[in-house]
């Protein structure tokens, strides 16, 4: 017997829940790619781009996905053999380093584990060993552990010590999701991909990147045609915005996921982020009243990404659970990413619950009577009380 019949949830940190609004705007014929309507509607696309990452800077679309704007950031903001100071909260960061060290960055990692954010006093100690270094690297809210870093406070950091170095934010995660300020946070690059907060299918990246960023790229020569940001950005043709054919559909898409933060109001997509990210910490933090196994994976609620949450719930539960859900209930959970290797049996201890981008709180509260009642067929024990714990937090915040 399964309940799975019916519309499957998929609860997992990206490709996140597409609105059908999205869907519906995206299934029509091929536009006319030379003039008239795309290229008036790319043109109200980039400012709306602007707003959502909180910049007046440039914004360069590529056909692609985070991989894809990682390696477009290394380009643009390195010659071969510059030094990048990665600041790795997991396995996001691990990547994003990776991805430089591959094109020939000289990368200083620091690595704060997989259960703390970025503590200032280590990158104060990094930025004073490398004054040379020409780029931080950071992510928001690293998707596989959840830890959100503070953004604000790295850049506040760069300048007590007098840092000349450009601050790029990886906020695939978090774009849509978690509050982010990218000129008043003193962050010089932004990166995001479209699958996640943003409700597109996968296949679009963005980078946003300040004045000051463009002209540091100039002479770098890591820059080849394809991912160089600036005729991206600062464009003369319409297919220079997309070096070749436009990503039309991907494009309708995001209009109309765009118009509905719009709608919504950018302030109150993150509380509602916020809020059913601790609906979500409400039920974990009953579940492991008196059950030690079960936990969440960042300790402070300011260091806790609002799109996804990361947890243990102990080997193998978590495999169970997922499996459970995803066959007998139809919601589909994030498996424990980066924490464990998959071939160690602690890999099954670990999953993820996703509450990123067209979510709302009857998908959230369901997810999560769903994964207790997977927990009571499946005898993993657990604490009384999370789904009245959960509803409280959203009869409180609506
Ligand atoms: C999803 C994600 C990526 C990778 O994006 P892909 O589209 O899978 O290449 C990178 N960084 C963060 C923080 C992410 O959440």
């Not at 704060?112 to 104060?124: C, K």
């Not at 300040?210 to 394809?226: F, I």
């Not at 898409?253 to 601790?278: C, F, P, Q, Y």
């Not at 799109?307 to 719930?313: E, I, K, P």
Request: proline fraction near 5%; aromatic fraction near 6%.
């Amino acid at each position: 017997m399964s309940l799975a019949y019916g519309r499957p949830y998929l609860a997992i940190p990206g490709p996140s829940t597409m609105p059908d609004r999205v869907l519906q705007a995206m299934h029509r014929g091929a536009p006319n790619i030379y003039q008239g309507q795309l290229h008036e509607m790319v043109a109200g696309i980039l400012p709306d781009l602007r707003a959502v990452a909180g910049t007046a800077g440039n914004v360069a679309i590529y056909i692609g996905n985070g991989h894809a704007v990682w390696e477009a950031a290394n380009l643009n903001l390195f010659s071969r053999g510059d030094k990048a100071i990665v600041l790795v909260t997991g396995r996001f960061g691990l990547g994003w380093a990776t991805a430089a060290a591959a094109v020939g960055v000289n990368v200083v990692s620091v690595d704060f584990g997989l259960r703390s954010p970025v503590t200032m006093d280590r990158v104060e100690e990094a930025l004073r060993a490398h004054p040379d270094a020409k780029a931080v690297l950071v992510t928001h809210v690293d998707t596989a552990t959840s830890v959100r870093n503070d953004v604000a406070a790295v850049r506040a950091v760069m300048d007590t010590v007098g840092h000349d170095a450009l601050l790029a934010v990886d906020c695939i995660a978090s774009m849509g999701c978690d509050e982010f300020r990218m000129d008043e946070w003193g962050a010089d690059v932004a990166i995001a991909a479209s699958q996640k907060g943003l409700m597109v299918p996968p296949g679009l990246g963005f980078i946003w990147f300040s004045e000051k960023a463009h002209e540091r790229s100039l002479g770098n020569d890591l820059r080849t045609p394809h991912w160089d940001w600036t005729p991206r950005a600062k464009v003369g043709y319409f297919h220079d915005h997309f070096n070749g054919t436009a990503p039309t559909h991907h494009l309708y898409g995001l209009r109309e996921s765009l118009n509905m933060i719009a709608e919504e109001g950018l302030e109150a997509v993150w509380k509602r982020h916020d809020t059913l990210a601790r609906t979500v910490w409400a039920a974990f933090d009953a579940w492991s009243a008196g059950n030690p196994q079960i936990g969440l994976n960042i300790e402070d609620e300011a260091h806790r990404g609002r799109a996804v949450t990361a947890a243990r719930l102990g080997a193998p539960h978590a495999t169970r659970l997922r499996e459970w859900t995803e066959g007998k209930a139809g919601v589909t959970l994030g498996i424990g990413l980066g924490m464990a290797d998959p071939t160690d049996p602690a890999y099954h201890g670990f999953l993820r619950v996703a509450h990123m981008g067209h979510v709302n709180a009857h998908m959230t509260l369901g997810a999560l009577a769903v994964m207790e009642a997977g927990m009571i067929a499946l005898d993993i024990p657990h604490g009384p009380g999370a789904l009245a714990a959960a509803a409280a937090v959203v009869a409180q915040g609506a």
